[in-house]
């Protein structure tokens, strides 16, 4: 296969499903994509406004979106969203896995509640839309005009599938869930090509860590923790995104990609050790 060497977009034609897309990194990468040509289902649990007002920027921008609400974690919602997509664009080319949440407690203070929650969405609600995905991709094979594979599966995940996190102990969790889920998928669905991968973001800026940057003081601190000393923005991971959405990136598959201005890389020892 050759880079894509023409002016097409890079995803054009392509159908894409992003849960969580009305805030965030959801709607960045929803843009992203729409940007390079696919037709984007902004898929939402709450707050129809700003998931149409995701639709309605797309559509400003020439592009094609609509929106879907469905709360990933049952099953009925997260099977009809998938139905009422392929039956209105023919099939589904791309997921982007998404939607997650926080509950933070101490350990010894969280609720089964909050943990159940946090589980439900952020790691039970990729593997339901990964399988109805999957099951799509599978029955329909590759379209050649579109994509070299049948399908692609993006799981946002985080720092935190890799970084313990005290007083997270239910979203590290889940976040480490995502991330052998994603290679044991990938292992699974590469012989019938479906490639799957994952993006872990570290600190983004956006509504789900207010706290950890809205003060200068905060700041200052979270910087700490970033090599690159700076928070990232949500189009940083919405550029990964497309990147591994596309052919460009034909053979990565079971790989997470770490967008995290270097975060992982232990900064606590930028000195000393
Ligand atoms: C969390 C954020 C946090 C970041 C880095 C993300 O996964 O959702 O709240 O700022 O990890 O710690």
Redesign the pocket.
Known sequence: MTLNNTCEPILKGQRALVTGASSGIGSAIAKALAMAGAKVVINYAGGADRAQAVVEAIQAGGGEAMAIRADVSREDEVEAMFAQTIATWGSIDILINNAGL?KDAPLVEMSLAEWQKVLDINLTGQFLCSRAAAREFLQRGVVPELSNVAGKIICIS???DIIP?AGHVN?ATS?GGVSMMMKTMAQELAPRRIRVNAIS????KTP??TA?WMTPEAEAELLK?IPARRVGEPDDIARATVWLASDDSDYVTGVTLYVDGG?TLYPGFDQGG
């Open positions: 926080q985080s720092v935190h996190w979203y976040k973001p570290g600190a983004i789900i860590n950890a923790l975060m």
